[in-house]
């Protein structure tokens, strides 16, 4: 079964709305993170956001905010003001904590398929 | 500047030529990991490091092997390359394996004829 499901392949916003990318997870462990990246067409993988499990409050960094919601299982990340620059793929991603018997998925990052974002002028 | 390098960025070799990609960081980072981003799956983990002497197989470790003689070096072996190896290559550090971000290298991308 998939860890990470990004249902969305693409999307497209006008520049200056917001937009929001869907990412829902399974996990049966407590302890766990979650990210997102993004991916220009350069390829670079850059690091936008974080959410621990544990996190009361929805994290925020400028622009980005994720909309964690632990229940359904959901944390999607809200783009405020949309600009050409966040044209780009982008990438949920979940590292699960150190319950699993054998360590083995200990630090290990599961990402989803990703969305391609489209900002129109 | 901190950065986790790679090289080479891109490489076109053919079937059964090893090859090795290296990767460096300057962070004095405990975790390295390896990862190929295929079209549709995203990326999936090769191997990761918890830290010196200490690796572990990730999602698709078949075809590949790693070493972590330094704490800063993580190098990707092909030992005999197959055209399904072609790919983008991704390596990646972060302070520990939890709840860090990790900090990806520029990607090497490599196509196997």
């Known amino acids: 079964a998939q860890k990470i499901t990004q249902t969305q392949p693409g999307m497209f916003v006008q520049e200056k709305e917001a937009v929001t990318l869907d990412c829902t997870y399974d996990?049966?462990?407590?302890?766990?993170?979650l990210f997102w990246y993004k991916q220009p067409s350069s390829g670079e993988m850059i690091f936008l956001i974080y959410q621990g499990s544990y996190d009361e409050q929805n994290a925020t960094e400028g622009r980005y905010s994720l909309n964690f919601q632990k229940a359904r299982k959901s944390a999607n990340l809200v783009i405020s003001a949309s600009q050409l620059g966040d044209s780009a793929m982008y990438f949920c991603a979940m590292r699960e904590g150190d319950s699993n018997a054998g360590g083995t998925s200990y630090g290990k990052l599961t990402f989803g398929q990703g969305t391609i974002l489209t900002v129109h002028p | 500047e901190a950065q986790v390098t790679q090289n080479p960025r891109y490489l076109i070799t053919v079937t059964g030529k090893k090859l090795t990609v290296t990767c460096s960081q300057n962070?004095?980072?405990?975790?390295m990991s390896w990862y190929r981003q295929d079209p549709g799956l995203g990326l999936r983990q090769i191997y990761y490091?918890?830290?010196?002497?200490?690796?572990d197989k990730g999602d698709v470790p078949e075809g590949y092997k790693v070493s972590r003689k330094e704490k800063r070096n993580f190098p990707l072996i092909l030992e005999s390359p197959s055209p399904n190896q072609t790919s983008l290559y991704f390596c990646?550090?972060?302070?520990?394996?939890?709840?860090?971000?990790?900090?990806f290298g520029p990607g090497t991308r490599l196509t196997v004829t």
């Open positions: 962070m004095n980072h405990e975790y």
């Open positions: 996990t049966s462990d407590q302890s766990y993170g």
């Open positions: 490091s918890m830290n010196v002497e200490v690796t």
């Open positions: 990646a550090s972060s302070p520990s394996p939890y709840p860090y971000e990790q900090y």
